[in-house]
C-alpha cells in the first residue's frame, strides 16, 4: 500500500480511537494494530493499550499488536508495560497468555526478541521488554514441534 494511504488509515483510525464509545477505540486499537510499524501509529496506538476508560480496549489492542509477532508490536507492547498499572498490565497479560499459549515457535520467537528489545536505547522500551519476557517465559505452550 502506499504510504500516503498508509498515513490516511491511521489518521482516519485516530477519530474512533478517541471516541467516547470504548466499542469505537476497541475496534480502533485493533485495527491500528495492523500499522504499529508506521511511527504516526505509535502514540496512538500506546493510548489505546493503556486505555483509562475501558480494558476491554486495553485488551483488544494489547491483543492486536502481539498478533502481528513482530518487533513493532512487541515494542509497542513493551512501552505500555514499562509504564502500567497493575489492571493495565493483567489484561495485557492475558492476551499475551492467549497469543502465545499455543504454539511454541510463535512464544519462541517472541521471546527472542524480548531479548533483543531489553537492550534498546529506549529505557522504557527496555524496561518492558524484560517484563514482557518474564511474562512470555512462564507460558508453557500447547503445540511444540514433534
Known amino acids: 500500500m502506499d504510504s500516503d494511504l498508509r498515513c490516511a488509515a491511521v ?4 477519530e474512533p480511537g478517541r471516541s ?7 475496534d480502533a486499537g485493533h ?6 510499524d508506521m511511527q504516526e501509529a505509535v502514540e ?12 476491554f480496549v486495553t485488551r483488544r489492542t ?5 498478533r502481528r509477532r513482530d518487533k513493532a508490536g512487541l515494542t509497542i507492547i513493551a512501552s505500555a508495560l ?3 498499572n497493575d489492571n493495565h498490565a493483567d ?4 492476551a499475551v497468555l492467549d497469543v502465545f499459549s499455543i504454539f511454541s515457535a510463535d512464544l519462541d520467537e517472541a521471546l527472542r526478541l524480548c531479548e533483543e528489545l531489553s537492550g534498546d536505547a529506549d529505557s522504557r522500551v527496555a524496561a518492558g521488554a524484560r517484563r514482557l519476557h518474564q511474562s512470555l517465559a512462564e507460558i508453557d505452550p500447547v503445540l511444540r514441534p514433534s
Request: charged share 20%.
Open 11 to 14: 489518521v482516519a483510525l485516530g
Open 62 to 66: 494489547a491483543e492486536g499488536l502481539l
Open 91 to 94: 489484561w495485557i497479560h492475558t
Open 44 to 55: 496512538p496506538l500506546l493510548g489505546l493499550v493503556l486505555d483509562p476508560g475501558d480494558t
Open 82 to 84: 514499562a509504564v502500567a
Open 31 to 36: 485495527s491500528l494494530a495492523g500499522f504499529a
Open 20 to 26: 467516547d464509545d470504548w466499542r469505537d477505540r476497541a
